[in-house]
């Protein structure tokens, strides 16, 4: 998941969720139709992408999906 563009595609891809770059960096209580199973399903997505296991506790506490992404990379 290198680029924001990639991460964007995974995440409409994936979940079924609309989403549009600019959105990346809202809370995620802003965006509409969001739910924690949502991310579960990213975190999944997000290692069978990536191919290691993330830092879930890590991205349990983000508030943003640009920081869901920023974590998944630096991981």
């Known amino acids: 998941m290198h680029t924001i ?3 964007v595609r995974l ?6 969720m609309p989403l549009e770059e600019h959105q990346v ?7 509409p139709e969001w739910d924690s199973l949502y991310l579960l ?3 999944t997505a997000l290692e ?3 191919g290691r296991s993330l830092p879930v506790g890590k991205l349990l506490e983000a508030r943003s999906l640009g ?3 920023r974590l998944a ?3």
Do not use: M, P, W, Y
């Open 5 to 7: 563009d990639d991460f």
């Open 11 to 16: 995440v409409r891809d994936e979940l079924g």
């Open 25 to 31: 960096s809202v809370d995620l209580d802003q965006l």
């Open 41 to 43: 399903k990213l975190v």
């Open 48 to 50: 069978q992408a990536t």
């Open 67 to 69: 920081e869901i992404h």
């Open 73 to 75: 990379a630096e991981a």
